[in-house]
Every structure is written in structure tokens, then in C-alpha cells.
T-cell receptor, first 112, second 110 residues
Framework: DQQVKQNSPSLSVQEGRISILNCDYT??????FLWYKKYPAEGPTFLIS?????DKNEDGRFTVFLNKSAKHLSLHIVPSQPGDSAVYFC???????????FGTGTRLKVLA | NAGVTQTPKFRILKIGQSMTLQCAQD?????MYWYRQDPGMGLKLIYY???????DKGEVPNGYNVSRSTTEDFPLRLELAAPSQTSVYFC?????????FGPGTRLTVL
């Protein structure tokens, strides 16, 4: 039972354009969400997070949007850069459990 | 700070062998995790710990054991290795919000 789903295994975007990565979840108890970026042969690194009390969080070129009624979140990267090419994972947790459930990942390729 | 360190980086095991994957963190984080990453399958939580002496099962605990005798260390034990355990294993630690990951151990069981 995949509680956190990323239905697009891959995405290609031109440099300078917007990248939109999507994530859906099934557990309505999840109230904290994170995005991670992973380069080959490295561990994932934290990008940005959002609590369910918000619907948007921005950090530089990265913005995460949360739609609780649709159980959907998205990561926007503007403008996209070739160095953003990586696998992106979304993750979710229920506050107080400290247990993070990850999605299957989306491979982003930013074309120069 | 070294962050989260994992040893070994690579290992090949024969079916039925046992081994321990080591993980250590120097950030004084209470929470530690073991994940495995299979191709196209994302990261699956194997076990996690909310503090020394406390561990709990994640999504895919079968075939693994863990212990947490200190805040710093969280070893993962594989008993009777099987080809289905071929994967990349990531250890992570957390101060309570979000995880810091180690570089991973690539394990092949033949």
C-alpha cells in the first residue's frame, strides 16, 4: 500500500522554465510534508518542507504548494537550472510519530 | 561534523550469509532511520528509533533487525541474506523535523 505516490517517474524541462513535480498521498493523518533531492551515488538532501497549517512555502527558487482537500502537494522550481537535474522525493509524516514515508521519486532532467 | 556516516560503501553477500550495516551520527539527534531504495520503488522505511533503547518497525522490516544502544549508533543486521535484499541502504537521523541522510551502502546478494 503506497501511501505517498509520485505518478510521474520522469520529467524533462528546458533551462529557465518552470519545473512542477507532483505528489499525492492517501493518509489523511499526514500533516507534515517534505521534498528531498537526490543525486546519483549520494544520499537524499532536504530541500523544503510544509506543515498542513499552511498551503504554500517558499525558499528561493523552490515553492511547495499543499492542497489538503485533494491530498496533493507540488514542488515548483523557477527558473530551472541544469544543476537541478536529480531525482526528487516527496515525504510525509504524522506529527509526533517521527516516521517519514517517502514516495517513489521523479527524475527531473533540465535541458540546457 | 561528519553528519551521518555509513560503512561499508559496497558489499557482496552470498545467500544465507549475515552482516551488519553500520550507521553513526554526530549531531546528537534522537531519531534515526533505515531506508532501502530499490529501482523505481522509492525509499522504503525498514526500522526507525526515537531514542536509545527504543526501536520500531517501518514498512518493510522482515529479514532485518536493529538495535540502538547509544544515541550515536544505529546498526542494521541482516540475517540469512536473500536476493530480495539486494538494494541501496540509507541511514538517516533527525532532530525531529526532516532527515539527514548518509551516503548509502550498496548491497548485492548473490
Amino acid at each position: 500500500d503506497q501511501q505517498v505516490k509520485q505518478n510521474s517517474p520522469s520529467l524533462s524541462v528546458q533551462e529557465g522554465r518552470i519545473s512542477i513535480l507532483n505528489c499525492d498521498y492517501t493518509n489523511s493523518m499526514f500533516d507534515y510534508f517534505l521534498w528531498y533531492k537526490k543525486y546519483p551515488a549520494e544520499g537524499p538532501t532536504f530541500l523544503i518542507s510544509i506543515s498542513s497549517i499552511k498551503d504554500k512555502n517558499e525558499d528561493g527558487r523552490f515553492t511547495v504548494f499543499l492542497n489538503k482537500s485533494a491530498k496533493h502537494l507540488s514542488l515548483h522550481i523557477v527558473p530551472s537550472q541544469p544543476g537541478d537535474s536529480a531525482v526528487y522525493f516527496c515525504a510525509a509524516s504524522v506529527s509526533g510519530t517521527y516516521k517519514y514515508i517517502f514516495g517513489t521519486g521523479t527524475r527531473l532532467k533540465v535541458l540546457a | 561534523n561528519a553528519g551521518v556516516t555509513q560503512t561499508p560503501k559496497f558489499r557482496i553477500l552470498k545467500i544465507g550469509q549475515s552482516m551488519t550495516l553500520q550507521c553513526a551520527q554526530d549531531m546528537n539527534h534522537n531519531y534515526m532511520y533505515w531506508y532501502r531504495q530499490d529501482p523505481g520503488m522509492g525509499l522504503k522505511l525498514i526500522y526507525y528509533s526515537v531514542g536509545a533503547g527504543i526501536t520500531d518497525k517501518g514498512e518493510v522490516p522482515n529479514g532485518y533487525n536493529v538495535s540502538r544502544s547509544t544515541t550515536e549508533d544505529f546498526p542494521l543486521r541482516l540475517e540469512l541474506a536473500a536476493p530480495s535484499q539486494t538494494s541501496v541502504y540509507f541511514c538517516a537521523s533527525s532532530p525531529g523535523t526532516g532527515c539527514f541522510f548518509g551516503p548509502g551502502t550498496r548491497l548485492t546478494v548473490l
